[in-house]
């Protein structure tokens, strides 16, 4: 049989779209990763402290109405890594003078736009949280008008949470949610994404919270991170599933992402896929993690975070990358 | 409200010879910086050999009506003009290159001043009454300026009883540059 050809020439010389769309380089990887941690350790922070309040549940409080330490530390970190994760989405504007043009102007149909202005709507009410659950401590520094905001709000607290919970979920799939609207690039074009960064955000969040909980609040965060993987596991299938059924330009993208041999870093992006995000970023911690609820003690107790962080950061790189790499819409 | 105008193209890709006059008469007209471009020439090849067939095609922005650089854009930088095209405001835009990732064409690059460039369709000349700059070097007529409110004669019998069609339309973008197909040249 003879083959069909076809051969397309062209004088097109856009750098940043030949030989193919390269826009966003580490930066934005790097802010969805930040961003989703930020709104998992808001969800997470927020939801112990209602359980707490409402129900007994959690952690012993630290007395004067402070929650523990984890609970404490993990929502100032919250608007912290959000902040940090901002800079980098700033740093990535070619023209970062003209950020004001986000905050003059509300377009219903940008995802980027409604991000923006979530992203303004978290700082005050996280960092409201941040100071109620660490009151004992900013009462001592004796600051007027910080004594005034905490007399005014205290009672409020579980209130706050339970807001701050909804605007957490808002910002961990509002990561994913950002790429999935660009139908133009296959790869991204998929309405799981959204759930996929939120659950990895989430996972992601629990396990840096057991990196710095001390040793009897561990256990808590760990069962969290379990349960996390484990559904992350699941929407990953999700994800790869919906890709390879989809048609030609779903499955050509995701076969392009699990089985492609473009690299990243000198290595193949179906190593980093199954490798390190699947195998090392997934399975192995939520062994470990099974392994330690079921009593079986591993003498290195920070591997299984490591590893949870390391693949949360890789899927970020992988998708944005992957997902240019990969030819436009057909 | 309707527009008053509605430009777009009709593009003959029978007599395209590939010179490229129109890219160097846009990059003059617009000082597009060195190493860009804001239309481009295409030579496709199709078929099975000994039966092939050869297409040039000068390709641009398709000034969408759906454009989802349009959608996309979070500052409203990118917005559609009342004569039809799709526009970027450089006093508004950001740089974020949304709509680069946004337009299925390809058609936008960031410019080394830290905005987002595109072909304007020589807006600039169409307010003063003027064709595009590469509309009016092209010296085999391929390309045609067309105000789809009120198509000349010309246009329509040129695209008259051919085989017309736009580029991935199934995107959903409603582009206004209608090529005609070189599979409409005799002996093809
Ligand atoms: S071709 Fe691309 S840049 Fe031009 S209007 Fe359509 S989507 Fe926008
Ligand atoms: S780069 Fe400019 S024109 Fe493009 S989406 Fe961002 S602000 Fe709008």
């Not at chain 1, 390391?310 to 990969?326: D, H, K, N, P, S």
């Not at chain 2, 080394?112 to 595009?132: A, F």
């Amino acid at each position: 049989m003879t083959e069909t050809a076809t051969e397309i020439i062209s004088t097109k010389i856009n750098p940043n779209v030949i030989p193919h769309l390269h826009i966003w380089e580490w930066h934005i990887p790097l802010y969805l990763f930040l961003g989703g941690i930020a709104g998992g350790l808001l969800v997470i922070t927020s939801i112990m402290i209602i359980l707490k309040r409402k129900f007994g549940i959690g952690p012993k409080d630290e007395g004067d109405g402070c929650p523990c330490l984890a609970v404490r530390i993990g929502s100032i970190l919250s608007p912290v890594l959000l902040g940090l994760g901002m800079l980098f989405l700033f740093l990535d504007l070619a023209h970062p003078l003209y950020v004001w043009a986000f905050y003059t102007t509300i377009q219903p149909t940008s995802p980027m736009s409604a991000g923006s202005w979530i992203l303004i709507a978290f700082f005050p009410l996280a960092v409201l949280q941040a100071m109620l659950v660490n009151k004992k401590f900013l009462r001592e520094r004796n600051i007027g008008i910080v004594n005034k905001l905490i007399d005014w709000t205290e009672n409020h607290l579980t209130l706050v949470a339970l807001i701050n919970s909804q605007i957490g979920v808002g910002i961990g799939i509002y990561t994913g949610i950002l790429l999935s609207f660009f139908y133009a690039r296959p790869l991204w074009s998929s309405s799981i994404l959204g759930m996929l960064f939120l659950v990895s955000g989430i996972s992601s969040a629990a396990a840096l919270m057991m990196l710095f909980a001390p040793n009897e609040e561990k256990p808590v965060y760990s069962k969290i991170d379990a349960n996390a993987l484990w559904i992350e596991l699941v929407v990953v299938g999700l994800f790869v599933l919906g890709g390879i059924t989809g048609p030609a330009n779903n499955s050509g993208a995701m076969m392009h992402l699990i089985a492609g041999d473009y690299q990243m870093a000198g290595m193949s992006y179906m190593l980093w896929f199954w490798g390190i995000f699947v195998a090392l970023g997934l399975v192995i911690p939520l062994v470990l993690e099974f392994l330690e609820g079921a009593g079986v003690h591993i003498r290195f107790p920070l591997i299984a975070p490591v590893l949870v962080l390391v693949g949360g950061l890789v899927l970020r790189f992988l998708i944005v990358f992957a997902g240019q790499t990969y030819h436009t819409f057909m | 409200m309707a527009k008053q105008k509605n430009y777009g193209m009709v593009i003959d890709t029978r007599v395209c010879v590939g010179c490229s006059a129109c890219v160097y008469a846009c990059k003059s007209e617009n000082s597009v910086p060195e190493g860009y471009c804001r239309d481009w020439v295409v030579q496709e090849t199709n078929g099975t050999y000994p039966k092939l067939s050869m297409e040039n095609r000068s390709e641009r922005c398709q000034h969408c009506e759906k454009a989802p650089c349009v959608t996309y854009c979070p500052t409203g930088a990118s917005h559609y003009a009342e004569d039809g095209t799709v526009q970027v405001n450089r006093s508004r835009c950001t740089g974020c290159k949304a709509c680069l990732a946004a337009c299925p064409y390809d058609a936008r690059f960031v410019h080394p001043e830290g905005y987002v460039d595109k072909c304007s369709l020589c807006k600039h000349r169409l307010d003063q009454g003027l064709e595009t700059a590469c509309v009016s070097v092209c010296p085999t007529k391929s390309l045609n300026l067309v105000d789809f409110n009120e198509p000349d004669q010309e246009a329509l019998a040129l695209m008259n009883g051919k085989e017309v069609y736009r580029q991935k339309e199934h995107a959903g973008t409603r582009p206004s540059l209608y090529w005609i197909s070189a599979r409409n040249k005799p002996g093809v």
